[in-house]
């Protein structure tokens, strides 16, 4: 791939964070170079909030301090999943990159925004349709499928830590296949760690 093309990507995160490691899956998806800074959250010292803080701001955006944050040359942006939007658009022009780009887009949106508005609870009614819904739409694909299509997509790099972070419907069996494929997947797992963060 060629490095003339992308400016260089740098990943703000913290490796038991789920909205960063959706960024970082997509990143690893694409096969496009980045570099990773692991920011010290709760604490001071190494690189913590505050210099994050300034990356927000050189970037032209009010700082708030959240990870995750990406910067791709002078372009700094946040939001998980509008990071995780920007990547699939590089990756669809930059040579030698895998497309994240999902062939059912409607869908895509659709699931990501069911993920994004969980209530902050262990359990709940959207929770479960949600995952239900993910198992239906896997269960209609067959075994080789994946959430927005036959391919990963922006769909698959959203939903990932999530999914890896719930118990899962004992007959939900597509979405249990899915998720042991996922895991042997480079790109999911090489995200994938010991102690994480749920999202509350
Ligand atoms: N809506 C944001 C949520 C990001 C978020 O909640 N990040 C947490 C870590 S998992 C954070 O940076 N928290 C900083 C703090 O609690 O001060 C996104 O999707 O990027």
């Known amino acids: 791939m060629s490095s003339l093309t992308v400016p260089p990507i740098t990943l703000y995160t913290h490796t ?3 909205f960063a490691q959706r960024v970082a899956i997509a990143l690893e998806a694409t096969g496009l170079p980045f570099s990773k800074v692991e920011v010290n959250l709760y604490g001071r010292g190494g ?7 300034r990356v927000e701001s050189d970037g032209g955006l009010r700082p708030k301090g959240y990870i995750p944050v990406m910067a791709i040359g002078d372009e700094v942006i946040r939001e998980s999943s509008t990071c995780v939007e920007r990547v699939a658009a590089l990756s669809a022009t930059a040579p030698g990159a895998v497309s994240l780009e999902p062939e059912d887009p409607q869908l895509a949106r659709e699931l990501i925004r069911l993920c994004d508005t969980l209530p902050k609870a262990p359990q709940s009614a959207a929770l479960d349709q949600l995952l239900r819904k993910a198992d239906a739409v896997l269960a209609a694909r067959g075994e080789a499928g994946y959430l927005a299509g036959s391919a990963f997509s922006v769909a698959d790099a959203c939903l990932l830590p999530f999914l890896q972070r719930v ?3 004992t007959d939900a069996a597509a979405l249990r296949g899915y998720l042991a494929r996922a895991h042997a997947m480079p790109a999911f797992s090489r995200t994938v760690v010991d102690s994480w963060w749920w999202w509350w």
Request: proline share 15%.
């Open 16 to 18: 038991a964070c789920p």
């Open 47 to 53: 690189f913590d909030k505050s210099q994050l803080r």
């Open 167 to 169: 118990d899962l419907p």
